[in-house]
């Protein structure tokens, strides 16, 4: 196998969900370069990795992933949680850079 793994474009097109935009996202992407996106609860790294560089035509360095556990939130009586999400961290490679008020053209 020449280590190139192939994945339907229907899945990838799915895989990412939104870009993250919060304050700590923001720092993070000045830091580090990287750009934080909500992603599907079962996406594989090699497949966000796959579904960035075919959506943005940009090169990916490396991916991290957390797993966020839905906050407990209360309503009147009833206890209740928000979901769990799962956010990608990506990191492009030097001088590549993902303009996202360009993309929604």
Do not use: W, Y
């Not at 990506?90 to 996202?100: A, D, T």
């Amino acid at each position: 196998m020449s280590g190139v793994i192939k994945f339907s474009e229907e899945r990838l097109m799915k895989v990412l969900q939104a870009p993250v935009i919060s304050e700590k996202a923001t720092m993070v992407a000045e830091k580090n370069e990287q750009i934080v996106f909500r992603v599907l609860p079962d996406a594989t790294k090699p497949e966000i990795k796959a579904a960035v560089e075919l959506l943005f035509k940009v090169e990916v360095l490396s991916v991290q992933t957390a797993n966020r556990e839905g906050k407990q939130k209360r309503s009147g009586r009833f206890n209740g949680r928000r979901n769990h999400t799962k956010r990608a961290f990506v990191c492009l490679k030097p001088g590549q850079e993902i303009n996202f008020s360009e993309e929604a053209k």
